[in-house]
């Protein structure tokens, strides 16, 4: 089967760094892609992967090993407003999104 | 520009009746998609559309229907609504690009009592 493993819940200092970590078994890679969801909201995209390294865009950052089928999402300066799940998702082979069942990120000041 | 609206916003619905959920999208996306978001579980995918004329099912198609008449709208249908269909309806259009990243509306949520 597939499968995408996140950690549930995860807790930062505002100020501070935190790493994501995602770990899939999937059919087939397409691409890795990072979605933001604030409670109530609808996801929103944050960065995507398909060649093994790392992508950098602002304070969000995100690495991909294909051959670990291993994943990060690196937050830095972390802002209150950074408070919100974190969604991993790989494109199989048949092109439909694998989606975590995402993790919550608590900012405390 | 919208991007994508959905309707309603929430409803409370009594078992066995029929419900459409409205997606609609303007930035001519050729794919879209509906998912149901439960807590604990990923998002997973009810129906999909690469282009109008066309759908397809997902992982968890039982109990809904889609149509796709034109590029903009792709309304989702609960024939006879059961409670374990209870969850949060995103629907998302994807931009054909190298990534085709999937762009989200702000969801439905639906209870069945």
């Known amino acids: 089967g597939q499968n995408i493993d996140q950690p549930t819940e995860m807790t930062a200092t505002e100020g501070a760094i935190v790493q994501i970590n995602c770990t899939y078994q999937t059919s087939g890679f397409n691409g890795l892609f990072w979605y933001q969801q604030h409670a109530g909201e609808a996801p929103t995209f944050l960065s995507y992967?398909?060649l093994d390294g790392l992508e950098e865009k602002g304070r969000f950052s995100s690495f991909l090993s294909r051959s670990k089928g291993y994943s990060y999402l690196l937050l830095k300066e972390l802002q209150m407003k950074d408070s919100a799940s974190y969604l991993c998702?790989?494109?199989?082979?048949?092109?439909?999104?694998?989606w975590g069942a995402g993790t919550k990120l608590i900012i405390k000041p | 520009i919208a991007g994508i609206t959905q309707a309603p916003t929430s409803q409370i619905l009594a078992a066995g009746r029929r419900m459409t959920l409205r997606c609609t999208q303007d930035?001519?996306?050729?794919?879209m998609y509906w998912y149901r978001q439960d807590l604990g579980l990923g998002l997973r995918l009810i129906h999909y559309?690469?282009?109008?004329?066309?759908?397809g099912k997902g992982e968890v198609p039982d109990g809904y229907s889609v149509s796709r008449a034109n590029t903009d709208d792709f309304p989702l249908t609960l024939a006879s609504a059961v409670p374990s269909q209870t969850s949060v309806y995103f629907c998302?259009?994807?931009?054909?690009?190298?990534?085709?990243?999937?762009?989200f509306g702000p969801g439905t949520r639906l209870t069945v009592l």
């Open positions: 930035m001519r996306h050729n794919a």
């Open positions: 998302a259009s994807s931009d054909g690009t190298d990534t085709d990243t999937q762009y």
């Open positions: 992967n398909v």
């Open positions: 998702a790989v494109r199989d082979s048949n092109y439909q999104l694998i």
């Open positions: 559309s690469n282009t109008a004329g066309t759908t």
